[in-house]
């Protein structure tokens, strides 16, 4: 597709419950982001991967996140026995090869997805 | 540690007056910032961004951002504002060497007929 595409825009889970977000980057796209954006907030950073290697997961809140890329391409980010405070909106980003030396890339800009908006009651 | 500081939580402007949108920063060497906007439902749209060079960004939509690296500000502005311009906006920031982005808290931008 012509953007990044994220799934489902939205979920409601019940306490306990475990969640997998679905992340379809742009084609091409090496390095890939989720964010987490709380209601009224900016989006704050949870992990990075370049093609399939996770590089930072220090913005992941407990060990209930987990997120792969395994293929380099589509991302899953999964919540374990979800908790309220998990509700949010979870952004996926994907851009050109940032962090690699030279090109056009290492200056890019993220594209977002438009979201995977999670509700825990 | 690299961070954004978005003073205003809210602007409002009639249409057809300029619009400014204040947004300061802190980071480690020099920056590259970004600004996005979000409409209600939906992602982060790209703005403008400041790599190197001239100090004023054009950008879309008529959008345009002053880096100014003595008072680590980069203010996004439109000299004629349209209802169609509300929305929320977003400072970003990102070291040189790094690959982070940084938000700031955003900032709704109202524009009354």
Same mark, same amino acid.
């Given at each position: 597709g012509a953007g990044v595409s994220q799934s489902p825009r939205y979920k409601v889970a019940k306490r306990g419950q475990d969640v997998a977000l679905r992340c379809d980057p742009i084609s091409g796209h090496v390095s890939l982001f989720w964010y987490q954006q709380a209601l009224g907030q900016g989006p704050e950073f949870l992990t990075y991967f370049q093609n399939e290697a996770q =590089?930072?997961?220090?913005? =992941?809140?407990?060990?209930r996140f987990f997120a792969e890329r395994p293929e380099g391409s589509v991302s899953t980010l999964k919540i374990q026995?979800?908790?309220?405070?998990?509700s949010a909106v979870y952004l996926c980003a994907s851009s050109l090869a940032l962090g690699l030396t030279g090109g056009r890339g290492k200056t890019g800009e993220l594209f977002f997805g438009e979201g995977s908006r999670l509700t825990v009651l | 540690a690299q961070s954004v500081a978005q003073p205003e939580d809210q602007v409002n402007v009639a249409e057809g007056n300029p619009l400014t949108v204040k947004c300061t920063y802190s980071v480690s060497g020099n920056p590259y910032l970004f600004w996005y906007v979000q409409y209600p439902n939906r992602g982060l749209q790209f703005l403008l961004k400041y790599i190197t060079g001239d100090n004023l960004v054009k950008g879309s939509y008529g959008f345009e951002a002053e880096f100014n690296k003595s008072q680590t500000s980069f203010h996004l502005k439109k000299p004629s504002a349209l209802v169609s311009d509300s929305a929320l906006y977003f400072c970003a920031v990102r070291g040189r060497n790094d690959y982070k982005l940084s938000f700031g808290a955003g900032t709704t931008v109202t524009v009354r007929a």
């Open positions: =590089l930072d997961k220090s913005g =992941l809140p407990s060990d026995r979800t908790q309220k405070e998990d | -």
